[in-house]
């Protein structure tokens, strides 16, 4: 990703990077974070209607609007920002790449609700879709970043409580060490959108106290044995891609089957750029292969 492509990159983050510091409010964090997907369109023919998902207020994402609601989707913003309006985009790109709905939860965000709460409202949602009828195995669980940590934490809430498991995930540039002590250094990020400090701030928000070393909140350190196969996406030049080799890494050594794809992009979720950015629209013609290839 270069030149004109990486330029545009750069302008569209406007909103979030120049909100990039420690002093930086979480209620303003949250506005540039709306204004950047703002800027962000769906695909043509892509419908979006408001669910209820066992207490949870949702949009359910899909081409045509009445498809079958096979995919979650937990969105990223560092568990303090983000919203299912704002990711109408990304979620529209996935309903038409998978062929099949989607639904994207407005889980609470912290500091107001800080873990469990995010998790708890994951596992309404998908546990509304259980009831609806839906098999586990036909359903697919992704997440991007913070969300994609989020997903792993429903997956091991679902361990715990022995629920069935969905029948694959997708992890877009997981963010999954909320230590961050693998970020990469700032200056080998040209869309610079959240300081390391700023995120060990937000960590602490959700967190709120709660042992860090907990499996539903660290991954890295969990018991992954058990868990659904898993596609995992990067960027080479994502700060946090380091979070997605340890992942993958671990969920291998417990019997996962765990894949990672490398894209030359050197942004974090670059899947936000798909109408333009070719190496995301690979991206998710690959995480729709997935969801069909495995069986369901």
Not at 22 to 37: C, L, S
Not at 148 to 170: D, I, Y
Not at 272 to 289: N, R
């Amino acid at each position: 990703m270069g030149g004109e492509l990486a330029n545009r990159v750069a302008r569209a983050w406007l909103p979030v990077r120049d909100l990039a510091g420690t002093g930086t409010e979480i209620q303003q964090f949250r506005a540039a974070v709306e204004d950047f997907h703002a800027g962000l369109a769906p695909p043509e023919g892509v419908g979006v209607r408001a669910v209820n998902a066992g207490g949870v207020p949702a949009l359910a994402v899909a081409e045509p609007a009445d498809r079958p609601l096979n995919l979650l989707y937990l969105h990223g913003g560092a568990y303090v920002s983000g919203s299912a309006f704002g990711y109408r985009a990304l979620a529209g790109a996935l309903a038409v790449a998978t062929g099949v709905g989607v639904l994207v939860p407005d889980y609470r965000l912290a500091p107001e609700h800080p873990f469990p709460a995010a998790v708890e409202d994951a596992l309404h949602t998908y546990m509304w879709m259980l009831d609806a009828d839906t098999a586990p195995d036909r359903i697919t669980v992704a997440g991007d970043s913070a969300g994609a940590g989020l997903v792993v934490s429903l997956l091991m809430t679902l361990k715990e409580q022995r629920l069935p498991q969905p029948g694959r995930v997708l992890l877009l540039c997981p963010w999954v060490d909320l230590a961050c002590n693998a970020w990469l250094p700032l200056e080998q990020e040209p869309q610079l959108i959240m300081d390391p400090r700023q995120a060990h701030r937000f960590a602490a928000a959700y967190l709120a106290g709660h042992d860090p070393d907990d499996p539903r909140v660290s991954p890295l350190t969990a018991d992954l044995s058990g868990l659904p196969p898993m596609l995992l996406q990067a960027g080479t030049g994502d700060p946090l891609a380091d979070d997605a080799h340890r992942l993958t890494e671990r969920a291998q050594s417990y019997g996962v089957a765990a894949r990672l794809e490398l894209y030359p992009a050197s942004t974090h979720v670059f899947h936000y750029f798909w109408s333009f950015l070719p190496e995301a629209a690979d991206a998710l013609e690959h995480a729709g292969a997935f969801t069909r290839r495995v069986p369901a």
